[in-house]
């Protein structure tokens, strides 16, 4: 269904896949070491390993979608973010991210709600000076349960002193719709992530963009 543009007074932002990007040129480097005779699809497959290797939570959490494992998986997660060694990863930006920012800034109380642990989550944000935009941030540990549980959103509206119907969830996997769902928000998937169309829809995403700078046309009609 449409998006209730009016409704909306607050921006909840997934980070993996939604404003740091896949690295789609990794994926594609990938490809190669699937075989189509194994593989029926290379390209997603590769995409689907990449998604292991960048994004282990996400991965996880979407394993849980499909196994009906939430509690489980998620306990798994918050062993893995509080234990895990921290690499000195170089994040991508989504191309465009900036200056959509940018150009919402000042619009609307904006928050980032993220699976992923702080300080990956900071190191992202402080290496493209994206922390300026951001009025709250929720990361893996911050509420009690992480998403796809309504937990971390509902603190997040909480913070901006917004209610959760009058927020926006945007991300790229189920449990960023699952979990805006769940809080009572309304969700945008964004396609320039880990996600795929049919997934997001099957869980419920209002509107489905093909990456996230196009929240822009979304939210000035």
């Known amino acids: 269904m ?4 009016s409704k909306i007074k607050a921006l909840c932002f997934d980070v993996d896949g939604t404003l ?6 990794y994926a594609r480097k990938m490809a190669k070491f699937f ?8 390209d997603h497959a590769a995409r689907r390993f990449v998604m292991w290797v960048e994004a282990p939570g996400n991965a996880l959490l979407g ?32 191309p465009g991210v900036d200056e959509m920012l940018k150009q919402l800034h000042g619009r609307y ?29 929720i990361t893996g540990l911050s509420a009690t349960h992480t998403k796809p549980y309504p937990d971390p959103v509902l603190l997040a509206a909480k913070k901006m002193n917004v209610a959760p119907e ?8 189920t449990v960023d ?39 822009l046309d979304l939210l000035n009609k």
């Open 177 to 215: 719709i699952r979990a805006g769902k769940a809080a009572g928000t309304q969700t945008v998937g964004v396609l320039c992530g880990f996600g795929e169309e049919p997934e997001l829809q099957k869980f419920g995403a209002d509107v489905i963009i093909s990456d996230t700078p196009k929240l």
């Open 63 to 94: 394993l849980a979608d499909t196994l009906h494992l939430d509690d489980e998986m998620i306990a798994v997660i918050n062993w893995l973010s509080r234990h895990r060694t921290h690499t000195e990863k170089t994040f991508l930006l989504v």
């Open 20 to 25: 740091s990007d896949t690295d789609d040129l």
């Open 109 to 137: 109380p904006m928050a980032v709600v993220s699976a992923r642990d702080e300080k990956g989550t900071m190191r992202f944000l402080e290496q493209f000076d994206l922390v300026k935009y951001f009025d709250v941030v």
């Open 2 to 5: 449409p998006l209730n543009i």
């Open 166 to 173: 009058n927020c926006l969830m945007i991300g790229d996997t």
């Open 35 to 42: 075989p189509r005779f194994l593989f029926k699809d290379p």
